[in-house]
């Protein structure tokens, strides 16, 4: 069992990466005073409100309200649990994870056993296509190095129907295991066997390189299916993933063009002839989720299919995937093969040379979506151009508001005459705006503080405030406490040290009503509202006093103090500079 990660290693590994260059790996920032801003990369917009502050190690964006640390971010834009966010920042900063016993002796869900499993499988089989004359026959018919066979841990799927289950199946833990990663079958009896058996084996790894599935190919075409892939299981969702999309990006620090093509086969092909770039889905058409993947990945995404109707209708399901995902300085093209030709057959005649340039001559998307809406309407005709505008309006919608988006419209209304008449995209505003907080002095409090956890070294005990009865005092104290512990603790660390907390979701949109107030000001309001807090405690006090001398229940230490407290109110109040 993996077990827990410190909060104090959590702490360290934000001190150590920096939000910005966390994130500008992944969306370029543009500098806009002390912070960053961007086009927010979770929802569609046209003007930047997409805000990283360097200095508070947070971001925010004021349109979609989308708002966390650096491991917020690697979670929602790699789309990785919370242990694999911390994982991948910290391979970064050269750090690694620690783990310890479980909270609360309540173990996290971890899957560390199933991904092990899946790479025992994977060098079970590596080392089967050694021992099989007949797949590395085909190994060598097929054209591929020892080099790229390493790289993609290609292996051999053996005959008979247990290999794997005694190989790996050693213990009824990992006989359950086996089940879990499907990598063993029942018939109707209830029977055991290996799923895959006699085929060539392709390791399907995550996103940080693990193997959490498998595809295997037949050595005939007479044989069927050609290809079998892994069932759905709780590390593989064949909707989301891509094979090849980790060697690729270990290929490219910074990648700017990615191609899809159908086949495992296809994809090794490319990158041995020196055109890393190629990823395939796993037995389904494009998804939305493989279509923000790839354009996550890079700016460019290239879709190679084949040029009859079968690899038509896929490349109009990818584009309708694409549609809504179409940002501004993204591009999609669209490359359809020769009959009777795949990247792979393609790639050993013409070389990387010539496949380069079938790549230049792509289609465009734009022009791709108005050839195949065309393909059947005659749009010499007034009634061609108005069947043209019909098909074509709905899904130019779906594009994200911008340039292209204007763009396709006007390529419409000239191709048809016709005026687009698009459905409105939701209006997430062009400027940030504070967030919608109404605020007490208690809630003003906190968000300055969070914002600037210095300002907690500046408040001298004993803390007057904590006498004042409202809701949250004793959550301010904490995080006075947690800041006054911890000089150098920045805005991040303060808010993770509550991300298990009930009151984490209420912080985070403190955090937002101050992200971009400058220093002097969130001080002012700060020191304010503690006097405030304590002025009213004083208030309060008194009245309690009141109330209860004309109950007569006063002891004699009560109304020493309430005599204290009216001489006080009674008192004119200092003039300023005394």
């Not at 242990?83 to 899957?111: F, H």
């Not at 090794?268 to 939305?288: C, F, S, Y």
């Not at 949109?509 to 006097?531: C, I, S």
């Amino acid at each position: 069992m993996r077990g827990r990660i410190p909060d104090s290693f959590i702490d360290e590994l934000l001190t150590r990466v920096d939000i910005v260059d966390v994130i500008e790996r992944r969306v370029p920032l543009k500098k806009a005073g002390r912070e960053w801003t961007a086009c927010c990369p979770f929802h569609n917009e046209r003007s930047p409100s997409f805000y990283v502050s360097p200095q508070k190690q947070f971001f925010h964006c004021f349109g979609c309200g989308a708002h966390g640390s650096a491991i917020k971010f690697i979670m929602d834009y790699d789309r990785l649990e919370f242990p694999d966010a911390i994982e991948e920042l910290a391979q970064s900063a050269g750090m690694k994870v620690p783990y310890e016993g479980t909270r609360d002796d309540k173990p996290r869900e971890d899957r560390s056993d199933l991904y092990s499993l899946l790479d025992d499988a994977a060098s079970f089989y590596q080392r089967e296509l050694g021992n099989s004359a007949e797949a590395r026959a085909y190994i060598d018919r097929r054209g591929l190095d020892d080099e790229i066979v390493k790289r993609f841990r290609i292996g051999w799927a053996p005959a008979g129907f247990d290999g794997v289950m005694k190989a790996l199946g050693t213990t009824d833990r990992r006989r359950q295991l086996l089940n879990e990663a499907g990598m063993v079958a029942s018939n109707e009896r209830g029977s055991r066997y290996d799923r895959f058996r006699e085929r060539v084996m392709f390791p399907i790894l995550d996103r940080r390189g693990r193997v959490i599935a498998f595809g295997g190919r037949v050595l005939s075409s007479e044989q069927s299916p050609k290809y079998l892939n892994s069932p759905e299981t709780p590390l593989f969702h064949k909707g989301r993933e891509l094979f090849a999309l980790w060697q690729v990006k270990q290929a490219h620090q910074h990648l700017t063009r990615i191609m899809v093509v159908e086949g495992y086969m296809d994809v090794i092909a490319l990158h041995q002839a020196g055109l890393p770039i190629a990823v395939a889905t796993l037995g389904t058409a494009t998804t939305p989720e493989h279509a923000e993947v790839l354009f996550r990945a890079a700016p460019d995404v290239y879709f190679c299919f084949d040029g009859d109707r079968a690899g038509r209708q896929a490349a109009w399901r990818a584009l309708e995937s694409i549609l809504p995902r179409m940002r501004d300085g993204r591009q999609a093209h669209f490359l359809f093969l020769p009959d009777g030709e795949d990247p792979d057959t393609l790639v050993r005649k013409e070389g990387k040379e010539g496949f380069e340039q079938r790549m230049k001559d792509a289609m465009p998307m734009s022009e791709y979506f108005f050839e195949e809406l065309g393909r059947d309407v005659d749009t010499k005709r007034l009634d061609g151009k108005a069947r043209l505008a019909e098909r074509a309006r709905p899904l130019i919608s779906k594009l994200p508001d911008g340039a292209f988006r204007d763009l396709m419209a006007q390529e419409l209304e000239r191709r048809t005459g016709a005026q687009a008449k698009l459905e409105a995209q939701p209006d997430s505003g062009d400027r940030p705006k504070a967030a919608n907080v109404q605020r007490s002095l208690v809630r003003a409090a906190i968000t300055m503080l969070l914002s600037q956890p210095s300002l907690a070294l500046e408040i001298d005990e004993p803390h007057g405030f904590r006498r004042y009865e409202a809701k949250g005092v004793d959550l301010l104290q904490e995080l006075i406490d947690l800041a006054r512990s911890r000089p150098d603790i920045n805005p991040a660390i303060l808010l993770e040290s509550f991300t298990d907390r009930p009151e984490y979701p209420a912080l985070m949109k403190l955090v937002e009503a101050g992200l971009l107030n400058d220093f002097e000001a969130q001080r002012k309001e700060f020191l304010d509202a503690l006097a405030q807090m304590e002025r009213q405690a004083v208030s309060q006090r008194r009245e309690y006093l009141i109330a209860r001398s004309h109950e007569g229940v006063l002891d004699d230490t009560e109304k020493a103090e309430l005599r204290v407290l009216l001489a006080a109110r009674a008192a004119p109040a200092p003039a300023d500079g005394e």
